[in-house]
Nanobody, 123 residues
Framework: QVQLVESGGGLVQAGGSLRLSCAAS????????MGWFRQAPGKEREFVAG???????YYADSVKGRFTISRDNAKNTVYLQMNSLKPEDTAVYSC?????????????????WGQGTQVTVSS
């Protein structure tokens, strides 16, 4: 049974940093594309960042230059380093795994999802 477990969320002031982690119980983790999505209250889920099996990365324009996605295949873990946080970054952040070989922005392209972790940025 595949499980994705996020951690690292919390409350931070604007301009601060957080690092999210997502531990995956996927036997062939290194072959999966991993993504981070977020959903704010009253809004649709949106793509934040993705990393392919070959470590190609892609970012939403809203986080480019502030967020960095990375993966450690030895630990079956994907990370999201978030710097220069803004109040509009407040959301529940979820990681997702896709069997596709390239990063896709649509949530429907992902096969497995974590429960999410809350990130709150105060002004």
């Amino acid at each position: 049974q595949v499980q994705l477990v996020e951690s690292g969320g919390g409350l931070v002031q604007a301009g601060g940093s957080l690092r999210l982690s997502c531990a995956a119980s996927i036997r062939t983790f290194s072959s999966y594309t991993m993504g981070w999505f977020r959903q704010a209250p009253g809004k649709e889920r949106e793509f934040v960042a993705g990393i392919s099996w070959s470590s190609s990365t892609y970012y939403a324009d809203s986080v480019k230059g502030r967020f960095t996605i990375s993966r450690d295949n030895a630990k079956n873990t994907v990370y999201l380093q978030m710097n220069s946080l803004k109040p509009e970054d407040t959301a529940v952040y979820s990681c997702a795994a896709s069997r596709l070989g390239v990063v896709r922005l649509s949530p429907t392209s992902y096969n497995y999802w974590g429960q999410g972790t809350q990130v709150t940025v105060s002004s």
